[in-house]
Nanobody, 122 residues
Framework: QVQLVESGGGLVQAGDSLRLSCVASGRTFRIWSSSWSMGWFRQAPGKERELVARIGTVTEVVDSVKGRFTISRDNARDTVNLQMNSLKPEDTATYYC??????????????WGQGTQVTVSS
């Protein structure tokens, strides 16, 4: 059992910053999370869901947000954060926290949060 609850989305202007947080809980999470990669995905209207950043044995962000977004993890608080700076209108999407991120032809995850909307106006 894994629950992921995101917060921190909103409407901002281009160039602004937002910090997304994801709090994880649940028995399965407590048992297995130390071996999992956590991540943030996003999905814009009419587009495929895409991995934005992941953290585990490897920490990385995708090229489109490199230098602007930073992912961090606080294991003591079971929290994963996504600091987003210099936001652009193309960053507008619903952002999803994910646990047990894996690659199988495409990036995916076994557990998902409900999503938080990020809208960046020009």
């Amino acid at each position: 059992q894994v629950q992921l609850v995101e917060s921190g989305g909103g409407l901002v202007q281009a160039g602004d910053s937002l910090r997304l947080s994801c709090v994880a809980s649940g028995r399965t999470f407590r048992i297995w999370s130390s071996s999992w990669s956590m991540g943030w995905f996003r999905q814009a209207p009419g587009k495929e869901r895409e991995l934005v950043a992941r953290i585990g044995t490897v920490t990385e962000v995708v090229d489109s947000v490199k230098g602007r977004f930073t992912i961090s993890r606080d294991n003591a608080r079971d929290t994963v954060n996504l600091q987003m700076n210099s936001l652009k209108p193309e960053d507008t999407a619903t952002y999803y926290c994910a646990a047990d991120v894996y690659y199988e032809g495409t990036w995916n995850a076994h557990y998902w949060g409900q999503g938080t909307q990020v809208t960046v106006s020009s």
